[in-house]
Each structure stands twice: as C-alpha cells, then as structure tokens.
C-alpha cells in the first residue's frame, strides 16, 4: 500500500466492517481496484510493451500476495490481542503490506 492507499485501506476497513458486518479481505480488494487506478495514475510509469490488461492482472497478482499478509497478521493480531482490536492489528500489518506492494509493484510494473 502507498500512502494513499494505506488511508482507503482504513477508511474501507472501517465502512465495511462497522456498516456492512464485512470481513477486513473484503476491504483489502475493494482498495485494490481503487490503488490501481490511482497508482497508475500518480505513482508509477506505464511500462510500454506491457498491455493494460496484463498489467492490471500483475497488480492484482500482487495485491493477492499482499492479502495474504494482510490478513496472516490480521488473524495473529486477533488472536494475539483479540477480534475487537482489529483497528490495532490493521495499522500493524499497514508496514509490511504498504511495503510489499510498493516494492513489488515498483519492481515488476513500473516503467521508471
């Protein structure tokens, strides 16, 4: 997650969690589709030879890696310190998975 996303990232968990009765994955992959958008946007360089599409799927194919550590440490944090937490455990894994997905995003997407 960039910092932009890292802020959706909440504002989803929240909205979904409190209002809908969701779980915090659901969240993660709405952010996704919007991190695309504005990521290819604002952050990174279209790398030319590599169609939108296939783009697009390496990103989502990222963000599903970054999922699984999303929530591998939201379920420690909710078992370490328990479910009503779950704020607490959220901006303990924003670290690794904001580093994550900006590294691996700069290393396989980004034309710069």
Same mark, same amino acid.
Request: proline share 3%.
């Given at each position: 997650? $960039?910092?932009?996303?890292? @802020?959706?990232?909440?504002? +989803?968990?929240?909205? *979904?969690? #409190?209002?809908?009765?969701? &779980?915090? /994955?659901?969240?993660?992959?709405v ?15 279209h790398?030319e ?5 296939? $783009?697009?799927?390496?990103? @989502?194919?990222?963000?599903? +890696?970054g999922?699984? *550590?999303? #929530?591998?440490?939201?379920? &420690?944090? /909710? ?10 455990t ?23």
């Open positions: 997650m $960039e910092p932009q996303s890292a @802020v959706s990232g909440f504002a +989803i968990t929240v909205a *979904l969690i #409190e209002l809908a009765d969701l &779980l915090p /994955g659901v969240s993660y992959c952010s996704t589709v919007f991190n695309y958008v504005a990521s290819m946007r604002y952050v990174f360089a790398r030879g590599l169609s939108r599409v296939r $783009e697009f799927i390496i990103f @989502v194919t990222l963000s599903v +890696i999922l699984g *550590l999303n #929530e591998a440490i939201m379920w &420690l944090g /909710g078992s370490l310190v328990g479910d009503e937490w779950y704020m607490l959220k901006v303990v894994a924003t670290a690794p998975v904001m580093f994550w997905n900006l590294f691996s995003r700069k290393r396989w997407i980004d034309a710069g």
